[in-house]
């Protein structure tokens, strides 16, 4: 059928004039929060070089990628994420700034997944990082940012939480609790998917592909739901390893309560996060009730710049996705209402008078009004509907008689009071 063979892809969105409207709403917000906290706006292209991603984010999202060989023989992929580009471009100019770094920017990025509630195969990502600090106070700080951005669009700590937890804590963990370093990945990735896989696949799982017997696995499963850094120091304060991992991540929580964010954050050993590259502290935004899919996640990623040859900078940053947060939003009742809007609607009362209307028309645009007008001669009755259609805030008639006299009758179209007004006065002559 020839609506079906052009009909959209599955996974990508139209974005009407309604829809745009709540997309900026979003953007307009992570904007604005991102301004305040002082980071800078940047952008990069859409496709990179395959290589970007091979190796650096992981299986999972390779096996996502929307990738081809290019006209001239490159292998080349859609950006499924920005943390790499960002990596390779302040591998190469990081050099001349002062650091840290503050960078932003708002990407669609595309990753073929498997279609579902909350994942497309095309979304748009607000990233915020910090690069060249190694400091925790930079990791709550983008944190700090994340929260802030949902408190800004009417979001508060009854309606999300941020997960916490750090990679070098749970490796210290695990390798007390008898897991092999180099078998640490592989435990991450089985930590990974312990919501969606529960602790009995989990336990099979860390026995079959981390090679820890029974009793460990059983360990590392019950370890996983302490929530308290005090019952983790309890357990494990005398290990000095253990020790040190949880003094920074009680740093971390001190800062947040500090800003007066201590209500929003939970530590949550569970967390890893599904990229290969992070290599510290990792956090995950999720809605309370936790229905949703993750709204946000990010963390230290020290090592990345380095691994796309640039210099080796520490970083820290996350992505905030609009697809799981415009559900979040629409279920909270927390879409701004919609309206069309221009500021004056240009009635003309016979042909005789379309080219003055026109002229008068252009300098109130030329004054950075805005103006609409029927596009051919219609009766007045009709200009006016069309004009509440527009959403006109008011009317200017332009009729024969007054046009003679240099006036115009301008209708408030909230009051319907009427008015004649001068045209040197409403076009500013
Ligand atoms: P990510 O966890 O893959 O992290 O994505 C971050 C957020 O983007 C997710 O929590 C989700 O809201 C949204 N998202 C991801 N994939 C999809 C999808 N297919 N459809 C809809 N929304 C999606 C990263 O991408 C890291 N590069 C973030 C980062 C920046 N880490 C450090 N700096």
């Known amino acids: 059928m ?109 990753r073929y997944e498997r279609q579902q509630r909350g994942r497309l195969r095309e979304h748009y990502q607000w990233n915020v990082d910090i690069v060249g600090e190694d400091g925790v106070g930079a990791d709550a700080e983008v944190l ?71 009793d460990a696995a059983a360990r590392i499963v019950e370890l996983l739901s302490e929530s308290s850094l005090e019952g983790l120091a309890a357990r494990f304060g005398d290990r000095p390893e253990v020790r040190e991992e949880l003094a920074r991540l009680e740093e971390y929580v001190g800062i947040l309560r500090a800003m007066g964010l201590g209500d929003f954050v939970e530590v949550d050993l569970t967390i890893v996060r599904g990229l290969a590259y992070y290599t510290g502290i990792v956090f995950e935004l999720f809605d309370r009730k936790g229905e949703l899919r993750a709204i946000c996640g990010g963390g230290r990623y020290d090592r990345l710049l380095e691994l796309v040859g640039g210099d080796p900078l520490p970083a820290v940053g996350f992505g905030m996705g609009d697809v799981v947060l415009g559900e979040l939003l629409r279920e909270r009742g927390l879409v701004p209402p919609y309206a069309r809007t221009v500021e004056y609607f240009v009635v003309v009362v016979g042909d005789g008078e379309r080219h003055a209307a026109l002229s008068l028309a252009h300098a109130l645009r030329e004054q950075g009004r805005s103006v609409a007008y029927s596009f051919k001669g219609q009766s007045v009755r009709k200009q006016f509907k069309a004009a509440e259609q527009e959403g006109a805030a008011q009317v200017v008639v332009v009729g024969p008689d007054e046009w003679a006299r240099g006036v115009v009758m301008v209708r408030d179209m909230s009051t319907g009071a009427e008015r004649e007004v001068p045209v040197g006065d409403l076009a500013g002559s």
């Open 144 to 214: 700090a940012v994340a929260i802030d951005a949902l408190r800004e669009l009417g979001l508060g700590a009854e309606d999300f939480r941020a997960r916490v937890s750090d990679r070098r804590l749970l490796s210290a963990l695990l390798v007390a609790l008898g897991v092999a370093e180099d078998r640490l990945m592989q435990a991450f990735a089985v930590i990974d998917k312990i919501e969606r896989q529960g602790g009995e696949k989990t336990r099979e799982r860390l026995i079959s592909e981390t090679g820890v017997d029974a």
């Open 2 to 110: 020839a609506t079906s063979a052009f009909s959209r892809l599955p996974g990508f969105r139209d974005f009407p004039p309604e829809d745009l409207a709540f997309r900026n709403h979003i953007f307009d917000a992570w904007r604005r929060v991102a301004l305040r906290y002082g980071f800078l706006e940047y952008d990069g292209p859409p496709l990179e070089s395959l290589d970007l991603y091979v190796e650096k984010s992981g299986e999972e999202i390779v096996g996502q990628l929307y990738n081809f060989v290019d006209k001239g023989d490159r292998p080349v992929a859609l950006r499924p994420e920005m943390t790499p580009s960002l990596a390779r471009i302040l591998g190469e100019r990081n050099r001349a700034m002062s650091k840290p770094i503050r960078w932003f920017t708002v990407p669609q990025l595309f």
